[in-house]
């Protein structure tokens, strides 16, 4: 027969209990700090697309539909959506010719892909209103010739706002095959680097790194290499 518990055990045992009900820090409910958001704006209107003239919509609002949203002639999506849906909302763009600028999971950000996006990387985790620091890249479908985009500009400016949260590290993979998560490590502040779409080719393999990944040229991986040591060098001036 079962000890019966004592008034302080039911008392843990309530509060366990209650706890299981509070809700939860999910991406689906990371709302985007002003400053941060100005600065993917700035990032955009810097090196994507001149938005002079344009209208930026931020459909992804409590309430909002975004299939149902009246997006303006010409306009851009620049916006933080539910990561839980977050394939689904690129296909309806693509499909109806709305322009965005999405910022989306940074692990996952190969895992599903169109032929005419590019992504932008970052080496920076994103810190929410909720307190939820998410790591977070961006994907757009203005590519303007490049499949990738390693956002040193925009991890620039996201430091000065958040402050700097390195989250380096090296993962063992053939030279040449890039996740988002390898990318990070060549992202060098203040500085931007391309690879053209044509020097990407998606990995179909079935053992390819978690999250999606493409093949570079080595002689780019080397390009990046040296731009690294480059910024190593002036960090220990």
């Not at 005419?116 to 994907?139: K, L, M, P, R, Y």
Request: aromatic share 12%.
């Amino acid at each position: 027969m079962a000890k019966p518990k004592n008034r302080q055990m039911t008392m843990l045992d309530y509060d366990g209990f209650v706890e299981k009900f509070k809700p939860k820090k999910t991406t689906d409910d990371c709302y985007t700090p002003a400053a941060v958001y100005e600065s993917v704006v700035k990032y955009v209107n810097d090196y994507v697309t001149p938005l002079e003239g344009v209208e930026v919509v931020r459909p992804f609002w409590p309430g909002e539909n975004y299939e149902n949203y009246d997006y303006p002639d010409g306009c851009i999506v620049i916006d933080n959506p539910p990561f839980s849906i977050f394939t689904k909302i690129r296909r309806f763009y693509q499909l109806n010719g709305i322009r965005y600028f999405l910022f989306g999971p940074g692990l996952m950000m190969f895992q599903a892909n169109f032929n005419n996006e590019c992504f932008h990387i970052i080496n920076d985790t994103i810190t929410f209103e909720n307190g939820a620091q998410v790591n977070c890249s961006f994907v757009t479908n203005i590519s303007n010739g490049n499949r990738i985009v390693l956002a040193g500009a925009l991890d620039e400016a996201l430091e000065e706002i958040q402050g700097s949260k390195d989250t380096r590290r090296v993962l063992a993979y053939p030279k040449g095959v890039v996740s988002s998560s390898i990318l990070k490590k060549y992202v060098v502040k203040g500085e931007q680097f391309a690879i053209k779409d044509s020097d990407a080719y998606i990995v179909k393999d079935k053992n390819k790194p978690f999250g999606g990944a493409y093949v570079i040229p080595p002689q780019v991986v080397d390009e990046m290499e040296r731009e690294r040591e480059r910024e190593r060098e002036r960090e220990r001036e």
